[in-house]
């Protein structure tokens, strides 16, 4: 006997779609039987249930996650300036940022990118005419902390939000991979590479400047840059063919938005 007149009605209709619906020529599972109306209440309930329950752990804990959307750039032996913005590409990644405090964050990336560089960039007549180039992606993941100095709390005494810009400075580690094609415009240059030795894989450090901008209660914008101090001379896939005395690194820069997963009164713990 059904639990309801609603599970009564479902069966009803049930059984008349199976009567109307033809079989499939092959059937190679099992059939499932159908919820019915009130293992669905069932279920949602229990859904439900568990909704709130994880949202009340996450408002416990000062977490936000978000995106990054930015560019990177590297400096190395193929690249003469400093900065090359003709070799600027975008970047992209995830950001997760635990609050300690108003004034010290930690934040997890991971971010993805493509660096490159050519000799046809440089100004020395003989790196131009060497005629060298390469391309690469890159892949960062990293732990960051972050020092806020003017970071206060997100709301008054009286617990009313607060909008803030508060500028930051951080370091952290971090690890990198990728993966450099040289390309060369003398065939006699062709068996110099790769180099033996050569590594895709290294420890970063990076040092960043940013700003937060805490615009609403449950969204922040922040820009950033930050240059990648690593140990390894061979971003470019180029060491020992170039000048092995300097190790390369590379430059993050861009904005990230992200969003509270979980949110408390005040952020003073």
């Known amino acids: 006997m059904p639990k309801c007149i609603a599970c009564a009605a479902f069966n009803f209709n049930f059984a008349a779609e199976q009567k109307q619906a033809s079989p499939p020529p092959y059937h190679t599972g099992h059939g499932v039987a159908p919820l019915n109306c009130c293992d669905r209440m069932k279920l949602c309930q229990t859904l439900a249930l568990s909704f709130f329950f994880l949202a009340g752990i996450h408002a416990q804990i000062p977490i936000e996650a978000g995106f990054f959307l930015g560019s990177t750039?590297?400096?190395g032996d193929l690249a003469e300036a400093h900065v090359e913005f003709s070799e600027l590409h975008l970047a992209f990644?995830?950001?997760v940022r635990y609050h300690f405090n108003d004034k010290l964050k930690l934040r997890g990336n991971v971010i993805y990118g493509r660096i490159s560089g050519t000799d046809r960039n440089a100004k020395d007549p003989g790196l131009f005419n060497?005629?060298?180039s390469y391309n690469s992606y890159i892949v960062e993941m990293s732990?960051?902390?972050?020092?806020?100095?003017?970071g206060r709390p997100r709301e008054d005494?009286?617990?009313?939000y607060r909008q803030q810009v508060t500028p930051y400075v951080g370091g952290g580690v971090g690890l990198i991979n990728f993966n450099p094609q040289i390309e060369v415009s003398n065939f006699r240059d062709v068996n110099k590479f790769p180099e033996p030795g050569a590594k895709s894989s290294s420890v970063s450090l990076p040092v960043i400047v940013g700003v937060t901008f805490d615009f609403s209660e449950s969204f922040l914008a922040?820009?950033?840059?930050g240059s990648r101090i690593t140990f390894n001379d061979y971003l470019d896939g180029v060491?020992?063919?170039g000048n092995p005395k300097k190790n390369d690194l590379f430059i993050f820069g861009g904005v990230s938005f992200t969003y509270?997963?979980?949110y408390r009164p005040t952020f003073n713990l």
Do not use: C, D, M
């Not at 732990?143 to 003017?150: L, N, R, S, T, V």
């Not at 005494?157 to 009313?160: E, S």
């Open 73 to 75: 750039t590297y400096q």
């Open 93 to 95: 990644g995830g950001t």
């Open 130 to 132: 060497r005629g060298w």
């Open 143 to 150: 732990a960051i902390g972050e020092y806020h100095p003017w």
């Open 157 to 160: 005494n009286i617990g009313l």
């Open 222 to 225: 922040s820009i950033e840059i």
């Open 239 to 241: 060491s020992k063919n």
């Open 260 to 262: 509270f997963v979980g």
